[in-house]
């Protein structure tokens, strides 16, 4: 496996890491237990070094998961979690950032995740209520005080990094990214080159839709998938966008590559300072994404990618209209 450096931070991780959530939120019934400790394991033995995941999954199954998995290999690979929800009673109770809450979150995770320090600590979402001043500066106490090494935020606007890097500087951003979502090229891509901060896409694969494992016959339990909730999840949207997956097959079989390895390899070429997190609980999708990070594409053929998929209208926004307030700010 490749590695790359998340900008000027210092933070080498491999080129492709594993998102983390889907194994036990927001992705149905999670699966069992072991058989996603022995995932994660396996995902180390391939390669990976670069695990994400975050307080509010489950809420703290998942760091205990993958704390758990991961204990045997702590000085092998780098593990993210995220703060800034409240959550009460086992749910995620609305946001909070204050920095009492954000030092208790760092203590509570490092016990669930059996490490000594967090390789990167992720504001999961701004929070309107804390000045991103005081959340840089509530992480930086935790560096100096060696229980964090790395600051990251997800889903915020240029305006947010560059207050945010001016108290303490942040080593990555993370927010959604894919051949179905390319907005941060404008919107964030110029600040992140410029600040020399690395980018982590979540959701390189559409939640899953790039693979062709999903069409308009697909349900979802609305009950343990987000995608139940999401516009681009309708039957009519999801029936509508085929013709990407189709375009990214058809492109697949000129270089012997499944529809995801060419989301992937894309992502990947985009920015030699970009890390993706896809997710999955199989070890088959785990070893066809891994592929991917050895797939290249000559300059001819980025640009007929590029040009074959802008000219597809997509449809269906990625949130609904009341979450859409809260990111890109």
């Not at 180390?44 to 991961?70: H, K, M």
């Not at 609305?94 to 016990?111: F, K, N």
């Not at 697949?252 to 989301?263: N, V």
């Amino acid at each position: 496996m490749h590695l790359r450096k998340l900008g000027t931070s210092g933070l080498e991780v491999s080129a492709l890491g594993l998102g983390c959530m889907g194994m036990s939120y927001h992705r149905g019934p999670a699966p069992d237990r072991d058989a996603m400790i022995a995932l994660l394991r396996q995902a180390v033995a391939l390669g990976v070094t670069w695990f994400d995941t975050a307080e509010v999954y489950g809420p703290f199954v998942n760091e205990a998961l993958v704390g758990e998995a991961l204990a045997p290999f702590r000085d092998e690979v780098a593990v993210a979690t995220k703060f800034g929800f409240a959550c009460e009673d086992g749910r995620p109770a609305g946001l909070d950032s204050r920095p009492e809450r954000i030092r208790r979150v760092a203590e509570a995770s490092l016990r669930r995740l059996r490490r000594e320090r967090i390789d990167l600590f992720y504001q999961h979402r701004l929070d309107p209520q804390v000045p991103v001043e005081e959340v840089a500066g509530a992480v930086q106490d935790l560096i100096r005080a060696g229980k964090v090494k790395h600051f990251g935020l997800c889903e915020v606007g240029a305006e947010t990094i560059r207050r945010a890097h001016a108290v303490q500087p942040l080593a990555a951003v993370q927010s959604e990214y894919s051949l179905m979502w390319r907005e941060p090229e404008t919107t964030l891509f110029p600040t992140l080159e410029a600040l020399g901060i690395g980018f982590v896409p979540y959701s390189p694969l559409g939640r899953g839709f790039l693979t062709g494992a999903l069409d308009e016959h697909t349900s979802f339990d609305g009950g343990n998938d987000n995608r139940a909730t999401l516009p681009r999840f309708t039957a009519e949207a999801m029936k509508a966008n085929r013709v990407l997956v189709d375009l990214l097959a058809a492109f697949g079989r000129r270089k012997g590559a499944s529809p995801a390895q060419i989301a992937l390899a894309w992502v990947l070429a985009q920015r030699a300072w970009i890390a993706p997190i896809p997710g999955t609980t199989r070890l088959a999708r785990l070893e066809e994404n891994l592929a991917a990070a050895d797939l290249t594409f000559t300059p001819e053929e980025l640009r007929d990618l590029d040009l074959a998929v802008s000219s597809i209208p997509l449809q269906g926004d990625r949130y609904p209209a009341e979450q859409q307030s809260q990111i890109g700010r």
